[in-house]
């Protein structure tokens, strides 16, 4: 059974940094498409972050380039979202979601399986 389990949301104050985990069982992160969304209050879900399953390739949508960065512990079973830099705008609950498949979207529809969300609240 596959399973997502999101963790390290919280309050962060603008300019400071946050790192969200998504703890991975039922398959193997290093070989399938992983990717972090989020939902702002009154907003459609958006991708922020994707790596695919194949040869590792990133893709950032520009709100997040060079702030955020994606990656996976492949021995934990785990992909991480690094926050730097955060702003209010990037309030939100974060997603992390994956497909048993190798390619690189950030297209919510792409994505089969997906975690319980996590709560990040920028602010001073």
């Keep these: 059974q596959v399973q997502l389990v999101e963790s390290g949301g919280g309050l962060v104050q603008p300019g400071g940094s946050l790192r969200l985990s998504c703890a991975a069982s039922g398959f193997t992160l290093d070989s399938n498409a992983i990717a972090w969304f989020r ?12 790596i695919s399953g194949s040869e590792g390739s990133i893709y950032y949508p520009d709100s997040v380039k060079g702030r955020f960065t994606i ?54």
């Excluded at 907003?43 to 922020?48: A, H, W």
């Design 39 to 50: 939902q702002a209050p009154g907003k459609e879900r958006e991708g922020v972050s994707c």
């Design 71 to 124: 990656s996976r512990d492949n021995v934990k079973n785990t992909v991480y979202l690094q926050m730097n830099s955060p702003k209010p705008e990037d309030t939100g609950v974060y997603y992390c979601a994956a497909d048993l498949s190798k390619g690189l979207s950030a297209v919510e529809a792409y994505y089969d399986y997906w975690g319980q969300g996590t709560q990040v609240t920028v602010s001073s």
